[in-house]
């Protein structure tokens, strides 16, 4: 079966420093792979999507890269943390036909940037 | 292109009355419907969807939703609600079997009282 890990599940971190999310997803090969942001009391915002290593698509200009160097293995990183990057990030992939053609979901990290 | 609307941003129900979380799309193709729960701090778990066929649609923890084209709706329900019901809800509509088509509504939060 599929499952998805995604680390750390919580992490608080000053102004400037860098960031590095994690992902890796088991049971399935190739899949597509996402980043998603959800800031307090607002909806999700697709971030990035990867259907291959290295091919990476942003969704949204901003302070944040992602990088995808395995084929099961998706990173969000930032070279200089800003106040509103704060917020719950979702690390997610795409299940495909055998998946039921829908997107299943990591646990979450909620990232503070103090 | 898709969007999708929640009307509602918080619903409280008591405990076993109905539970109804609207839900509105705009699609220019027939479109996928999805449901999802978010229960704190964790990721979103997949409460049901409507591809094609029977416009009813049952999935877990005794929740349902209904495509209604004439309306542009897929309204989620129960007929009892549980304390562990309490959680957020978001829909979501895709034109194409690929998750970087997904939209995500805003979301509702429904509150269950004793």
């Known amino acids: 079966s599929q499952t998805i890990h995604q680390w750390p599940a919580t992490l608080v971190q000053p102004v400037g420093s860098p960031l590095s999310l994690e992902c890796t997803v088991e049971?399935?090969?190739?899949?597509?792979l996402y980043w998603y942001r959800q800031a307090a009391g607002r909806g999700l915002q697709l971030l990035f999507y990867?259907?291959?290593?290295?091919?990476i698509s942003s969704e949204v200009p901003q302070n944040l890269s992602a990088s995808r160097p395995q084929d099961r293995q998706f990173i969000l990183s930032s070279k200089k943390l800003l106040l509103s990057d704060s917020g719950f990030y979702l690390c997610?992939?795409?299940?495909?036909?055998?998946?039921?053609?829908?997107?299943?979901f990591g646990k979450g990290s909620w990232l503070t940037v103090v | 292109a898709q969007s999708v609307t929640q009307l509602g941003s918080h619903v409280s129900v008591s405990e076993g009355a109905l539970v109804l979380l609207r839900c509105n799309y705009s699609?220019?193709?027939?479109?996928?419907l999805f449901w999802y729960v978010q229960y704190p701090n964790q990721g979103l778990q997949l409460l049901l969807k409507?591809?094609?066929?029977?416009?009813l649609v049952k999935g877990i923890n005794g929740f349902e939703a209904e495509f209604k084209k004439s309306e542009t709706s897929f309204h989620l329900t129960k007929p009892s609600a549980h304390m562990s019901d309490a959680a957020e809800y978001f829909c979501?509509?895709?034109?194409?079997?690929?998750?970087?088509?997904?939209?995500f509504g805003p979301g509702t939060r429904l509150s269950v009282l004793p």
């Open positions: 049971g399935t090969s190739n899949p597509n």
């Open positions: 997610a992939y795409w299940g495909g036909r055998t998946g039921g053609n829908t997107i299943y």
């Open positions: 409507y591809t094609t066929g029977a416009t």
């Open positions: 979501a509509v895709s034109e194409s079997n690929y998750g970087q088509n997904f939209v």
């Open positions: 699609s220019s193709v027939p479109p996928y």
């Open positions: 990867s259907v291959g290593i290295g091919q």
